[in-house]
């Protein structure tokens, strides 16, 4: 089985940045992709940006000239360097990490982090 633990999340004021780690314990099988979403209160869950564990990234256009997504497969982490934050950025973030289908015997997985709180100050 696999878990996932967030942290850095806090709050910053508006202009700000803040640094999101993810890591992920058990076993991963296969193609994947690790990723960031986010929910805002009275709002749907929403996918911030996302990479694959070819390396493979993309990103919703809101944050793609301001948010950075790596990940070490070696280590089994993603990481989210959030820089110019706005107040609408503010929502509980959650990692996911879920499989690419590539081997239809491989069983398919999407496992989720108990979530970050990110509040941005104007």
């Known amino acids: 089985q696999v878990e996932l633990v967030e942290s850095g999340g806090g709050l910053v004021k508006s202009g700000g940045s803040l640094r999101l780690s993810c890591e992920a314990s058990g076993r991963i099988f296969g193609a994947n992709e690790m990723g960031w979403y986010r929910q805002a209160p009275g709002k749907e869950r929403e996918l911030v940006a996302s990479v694959t564990s070819r390396g493979r990234s993309k990103y919703t256009d809101s944050v793609k000239d301001r948010f950075t997504i790596s990940r070490d497969n070696a280590k089994n982490t993603v990481n989210l360097q959030m820089n110019s934050l706005k107040p609408e950025d503010t929502a509980v973030y959650y990692c996911?990490?879920?499989?690419?289908?590539?081997?239809?015997?491989?069983?398919?997985?999407?496992?989720w982090g108990q979530g970050t709180q990110v509040t941005i100050s104007s």
């Open positions: 996911n990490l879920r499989n690419i289908k590539v081997v239809i015997k491989h069983p398919d997985y999407n496992y």
